[in-house]
């Protein structure tokens, strides 16, 4: 097995806090025939140094400087390169367990399969959680179709859309590039690559640690967070297009997104000060309500909130806030299934 080269493409930005860890767990990983690709995207501190160090001190590691282009454009830059027969992207602020990247091999090869995804940890500084919901630490590994794996990705639980923690056969996304300019870029470039899967492969187990920042996404959001909507509206169309059965699963997921960004944008109204952008997630959920309202007919919660929503947009916020406030004095049982583990 160990005979086979796996690359990794790593684009590196404003990392320097977290880069030696991320590079220690790539370098220390016990399957050991890798092509470590660093890509640094023009980042304005030590990064492109530190890379150039890890350079001269591993035969393994190639490095790159670029002007900085953006998270897409650093990893379409790193796969010009790629020699692997097998690819993985790591983001630089993330890593790896030690036997990660042989586990995956072990069972990309032992199904044929054309991409392996683990489960994952949502990792902070001094704490983990693990998505108990939707993976199973004990579990077999899950086998899936084409069918199947777009199912699962459209209804983003169990194989969601970041293009990290999955091992992919090079030769099924070379020619698929990364959406340069938007953020969000995996919900622009996942259904693409698995619509050309014959075998996809989910390992319950949590071998990747993705980094949470303790900044509030209400403090960090900004519009451009709506690209996440834009590019699962551009999916949507290729949904309609291949997978008839999955149209309505779709508008759910958009429904779903399009109700929690617009109370992100109430929330940060200095940000839509004209209300232009509030205006079209408003204006898109009236256009398709027939369609949303169908699709969400078997999600009682979803179909409430659309229909407060409908009646007007702060009858929705008052009853989310209601919620959130009896779910603090215990009134309300709070969420359970993303649980904190050990370090």
Request: proline residues 3%; aromatic residues 14%; contains cysteine.
């Amino acid at each position: 097995m160990n005979n086979i080269k796996v690359s990794i493409v790593v684009p590196i930005y404003k990392v320097e806090k977290y880069i030696h860890r991320c590079m220690e767990s790539i370098l220390n990983q016990t399957y050991t025939n890798l092509e470590i690709i660093l890509v640094d995207d023009g980042s304005p501190d030590n990064c492109g140094a530190i890379a150039d160090e890890y350079g001269k001190k591993d035969y393994r590691v190639r490095v790159f400087h670029k002007e900085n282009g953006g998270l897409s454009d650093a990893r379409n830059y790193g796969m010009q390169y790629v020699t692997g027969e097998y690819t993985m992207f790591v983001d630089s602020d993330d890593w790896l367990q030690p036997n990660m990247i042989e586990e995956m091999m072990k069972y990309s090869l032992k199904y044929q399969a054309d991409i392996v995804q683990s489960a994952f940890y949502y990792a902070y500084e001094d704490r983990l959680y693990f998505d108990s919901r939707y993976y199973d630490e004990v579990a077999e590994p899950i086998v899936m179709d084409r069918d199947k794996v777009m199912y699962e990705l459209v209804v983003n639980e169990r194989v969601k859309n970041f293009a990290w923690g999955k091992l992919y056969r090079t030769e099924l996304i070379r020619d698929i590039p990364f959406k340069k300019g938007v953020l969000f870029e995996d919900v622009f470039w996942a259904h693409q690559v698995m619509h050309l899967v014959n075998k996809f492969v989910l390992i319950p187990q949590p071998f990747y640690f993705y980094l949470q920042r303790e900044d509030s996404i209400v403090a960090t959001y900004s519009p451009r967070n709506l690209d996440f909507i834009k590019g699962l509206r551009e999916r949507h169309r290729f949904i309609e297009m291949h997978y008839q059965d999955l149209v309505e699963e779709s508008y759910k997921t958009i429904l779903k997104m399009s109700l929690i960004h617009y109370n992100l944008l109430l929330q940060n109204r200095q940000k839509d000060k004209d209300g232009k952008h509030r205006k079209e997630i408003k204006d898109y959920i009236h256009a398709y309500h027939r369609e949303l309202r169908e699709a969400s007919g078997d999600d009682h919660e979803l179909h409430k909130q659309l229909t407060l929503f409908m009646f007007h947009p702060m009858v929705n916020v008052l009853y989310l806030a209601a919620k959130k406030g009896l779910r603090i004095i215990h009134f309300l049982p709070r969420h359970t299934g993303v649980e904190q583990v050990k370090l």
